[in-house]
């Protein structure tokens, strides 16, 4: 199609999508040719004779594109059309039903595009790549000092019991992680600000909340908070129960089950696969989490933003706070003093109104424990804004839960996450994992985490690389700003790779000050001793040029780079006939309706007669009978066959009646049903033009 399906750097190719995100009927797709899909069905547009209405197209999709370029363009004129067309295709909202159909796999979204748009890297000619074979110079790279919290926490192998408030024993179950967020407080992400956080918010009330469990004696409340965070964010529509139990005996850290957790052992858990499963059940796994946001803490009593927005955009909180039940107080829970926390909950809601006794002023968070649903009434409590600890600590929501389908391999070294940073002393770092592919399949997105927020990445995906990092064939870029710190997965370009090819995923990240940039799992011993690593695995270095293998400076550990793949997508063959009642002697033309981008094409025609190979064939029967027809549609990675058993219907006509040399069926006279007869009627056949008129039948010079 000119010129939108040209490969030109200046073109976007778009689709139109409904309300629901699925392709329009009456869209363009294919996963090469259009880019991406914008609103357009039933859009309120202007119609002839100066009225207004819905109306349904591509035309109706293209000006939402056209109008973002033109916002983007405006705050960077600089820009080139490359940098603009960048910018819009790599900050779409991915949709599941839009893979294969357009080549982003996502639908426009005009605020990321605007927002998060940041000049294109252009891909260049590989640099030849240094792995540097000894330890880094002191001072060069460092890692983050351990959180002094968690080495206080350390010493101490069992989670003492508590008071519940009321006289009753429980088990709490918080320990503080090795990562100290405390550089991150008071931090506000460049995300969309909601201008007016209403005073009060229950997301009970519009049914985000799954209903509340009970730990029991066991010190599992941050599998609680972490699944009590997912459950939320996934409803509505979906409503599921999650095995806390699961998660609490197979974290795969040193402390054993019932033992404490933090929300770092939840993510490194859910994020390499290992679950979630449904309640009671160990198999199968049933989402893929794929995103995890850690908040700053907060900076003050008040400073209550990110927690509320974070609330109302993505859903329930996992937090941490110190609990004594001597500070169960009239209208809520309020801890003065400072220090570290000892319990998980889930942060559901808030009430800038809600008076705590004792507390300094109004305001406090509405929390889901993990109790019972008949502790303090109903398993709900509140805790003043001006509590010493909650929202200080651990803040986490446990997001973008993926079907399991969207993708089949994750390619990682980091099974326990997240346990230590490390950066250079500058304001970015890169990192890199090579990983040999396990099967021939696309690569079609990667992972890593942030430990900042607003950190800007560039992401590059590299095959052939046998000799370091960036040594091989540049197949991939993508860039932008991520606003929290955590866990996150880009979709790239999907990249083919064969089955033990040697590929690299390459990350640079540049945070707004200097900072330790790079996650790395490591082993600490009584924690994450179960961390392990190869030479040739992980590699990190402050400008993407020389490189240096992680394990020549600290054995046993690996950058936290993940990469996932998908089987290369199978076409659907599918076709139709015309006619498919046909007298012998007769053409009948084929029609492909094969979907997924199809390259090529076996027809079958079920007569013994050579197969042909173009899309859109045209065949003679020369005999009757019925006849089975079978295409096999091939794209570039795989092939798909479809048999239609007695498609066509091949018949011979009628022999003339004995000592008559013309024959013709007419309708019986007066009949209502259009009953046909034979009787002998001598006439006359031209091949030319005329009215048919007594013996004489015109059939035309085209016979």
């Known amino acids: 199609m000119y010129p939108a399906s040209y490969a030109s750097a200046n073109i976007i190719s778009v689709g139109a999508s409904d309300q629901n995100d699925n392709l329009s009927s009456l869209s363009n797709y294919g996963a090469v040719s259009v880019d991406i899909a914008a609103p357009g069905v039933n859009i309120y547009s202007r119609k002839p004779g100066s009225q207004y209405g819905p109306s349904s197209g591509i035309s109706m999709a293209v000006p939402y594109v056209a109008g973002v370029a033109g916002l983007i363009t405006a705050g960077h004129p600089d820009w080139t059309a490359t940098q603009v067309r960048e910018a819009i295709l790599s900050n779409t909202d991915q949709k599941p039903q839009l893979n294969g159909k357009v080549k982003t796999g996502g639908r426009l979204n005009a605020y990321s595009a605007v927002m998060g748009a940041k000049p294109v890297v252009t891909p260049t000619t590989p640099v030849p790549t240094t792995v540097v074979p000894t330890p880094a110079p002191s001072g060069n790279v460092t890692s983050a000092p351990i959180n002094p ?36 407080a008071g931090e506000r992400p460049a995300i969309m600000s909601i201008d007016t956080l209403p005073a009060s918010y229950d997301l009970r009330t519009y049914s985000r909340v799954t209903p509340v469990k009970d730990q029991a004696d066991c010190g599992s409340c941050w599998a609680h908070g972490a699944y009590g965070s997912l459950e939320s964010t996934l409803k509505p ?88 039940g001597g500070y169960l107080r009239t209208g809520g829970y309020y801890y003065p003093s400072g220090g570290n926390g000892n319990h998980m909950i889930t942060i559901v809601g808030w009430d800038d109104n809600h008076a705590v006794s004792g507390a300094p002023g109004n305001g406090a968070y509405l929390c889901k424990n993990s109790w019972g649903s008949t502790w303090n009434g109903d398993g709900y409590f509140w805790v003043s804004y001006y509590d010493g600890i909650m929202g200080k600590e651990e803040l986490s929501v446990f997001s973008g839960a993926q079907p399991t389908t969207t993708y089949d391999t994750i390619y990682q070294y980091d099974p326990l996450g997240w346990i230590s940073s490390a950066g250079y002393s500058l304001t970015s770092a890169w990192e890199s994992n090579i990983f040999t592919a ?48 955590g866990y996150h997965t880009i979709t790239i370009t999907p990249v083919p790779v064969t089955s033990g090819q040697k590929f690299s995923v390459v990350v640079k990240l540049t945070t707004p000050s200097v900072s330790h940039q790079i996650a790395m799992e490591r082993p600490i011993s009584g924690y994450s001793s179960r961390a392990t690593a190869s030479s040739g695995q992980s590699y990190i270095s402050s400008d993407g040029t020389s490189w240096l293998d992680v394990t020549t400076w600290i054995s046993n550990t690996n950058v936290c780079v993940k990469a996932f793949g998908a089987a290369p997508p199978i076409p659907v063959a599918d076709f139709n006939a015309t006619p498919v009642t046909v007298v012998a002697n007769s053409t009948v033309q084929f029609g492909d309706l094969s979907t ?83 009787y002998q009627v001598k006439f006359k056949v031209w091949r030319s033009t005329g009215t048919d008129n007594g013996e004489n039948v015109y059939l035309g010079t085209n016979v």
Not at 292 to 307: E, Q, R
Not at 452 to 479: I, Q
Request: aromatic residues 12%; glycine residues 10%; contains cysteine.
């Open 149 to 184: 919290a968690f080495l206080l926490f350390k010493a101490s192998s069992v989670q003492a019991p508590a008071d519940d408030g009321s006289g009753h024993r429980v088990i709490l179950g918080y320990r503080p992680s090795p990562l100290n967020f405390s550089y991150m």
């Open 596 to 678: 997924v981008n199809p390259m090529s094409w076996n027809w079958s025609f079920g007569d013994g007669t050579a197969n042909a190979t173009v899309q859109n064939p045209v065949h003679v029967y020369t005999s009757s009978g019925l006849r089975t027809v079978t295409l096999t549609a091939t794209n570039g990675y795989r092939s798909n066959t479809i048999q239609k058993v007695g498609y066509i219907t091949v018949v011979t006509p009628p022999g003339f009646l004995s000592g008559w040399t013309y024959r013709k069926v007419h309708t019986i006279a007066g009949s209502t049903t259009g009953d046909l007869a034979n």
């Open 237 to 324: 529509p979906e409503t599921w129960d999650f095995n806390e139990w699961d998660l609490n005996v197979n974290s795969g850290f040193d402390y054993g089950s019932c033992n404490g957790g933090t929300n770092d052992m939840s993510a490194a858990y859910l994020t390499r696969w290992a679950g979630p499963f449904t309640d009671g059940q160990t198999t199968p796994v049933m989402k893929h989490v794929q995103e995890v946001m850690y908040l700053p803490p907060k900076g003050s009593a008040l400073d209550n933003d990110n927690i509320k927005s974070a609330i109302m955009n993505y859903g329930g909180i996992s937090a941490s706070f110190y609990w004594s």
């Open 438 to 485: 396990s099967s021939t399949q696309e690569i079609d997105a990667v992972s890593f985490y942030t430990t900042v927020t607003n950190t800007a990445y560039e992401v590059y995906v590299y095959t052939g690389t046998n000799s370091g990092p960036r040594s091989g064939t540049l197949k991939a870029t993508t860039t932008g700003t991520i606003a929290y710190a």
